[in-house]
């Protein structure tokens, strides 16, 4: 067995009364919903998400239009738009993405984890 296929990813809630353990990374974006994630929107993304292949068929869209302000925890992801701006996203960062049309994946092998502190309730819906 490899020494990746033995880790274990570790979490706990903000509180720490809660904990889990899984032996491998969710397969999709996940909405945490611990009092802090539901308020400011925590979400994670796994290498290879992109928002025009894993949202954009669900909702027959193209390009995301939401607002995002928010707050990069780990990782990098990227945001392009139709114009050729392209946003890098990276660990520490704070971040605005207008609410015009771009798309959003993730860059290298590592997972995505941001906070929205604005625009998350209306992300993918």
């Given at each position: 067995?490899t020494?990746a ?6 979490a706990?809630c903000?509180?720490?009364?809660v904990?889990?353990h899984?032996?491998?990374?969710p397969?999709t ?6 009092s802090?994630?539901?308020?400011y929107?925590?979400l ?6 992109q ?5 954009g ?13 928010g707050l ?11 114009d ?7 660990s520490g960062d ?6 015009v049309?771009?798309?959003s994946?993730?860059v ?7 906070l929205h ?9």
């Amino acid at each position: 067995m490899t020494r990746a296929a033995q880790a274990v990813l570790s979490a706990t809630c903000h509180c720490g009364s809660v904990r889990i353990h899984v032996r491998r990374a969710p397969r999709t974006v996940t909405h945490c919903n611990c009092s802090i994630c539901r308020r400011y929107g925590a979400l994670w993304y796994q290498p290879g998400w992109q928002w025009s292949k894993h949202v954009g068929p669900d909702l027959g869209l193209a390009r995301c239009s939401v607002e995002h302000v928010g707050l990069v925890l780990a990782g990098v992801a990227t945001a392009a738009f139709d114009d050729g701006t392209v946003i890098e996203l990276k660990s520490g960062d704070l971040f605005y993405i207008p609410p015009v049309p771009h798309d959003s994946w993730v860059v290298g092998n590592e997972p995505y984890v941001s906070l929205h502190l604005g625009g998350a309730g209306k992300y993918a819906k």
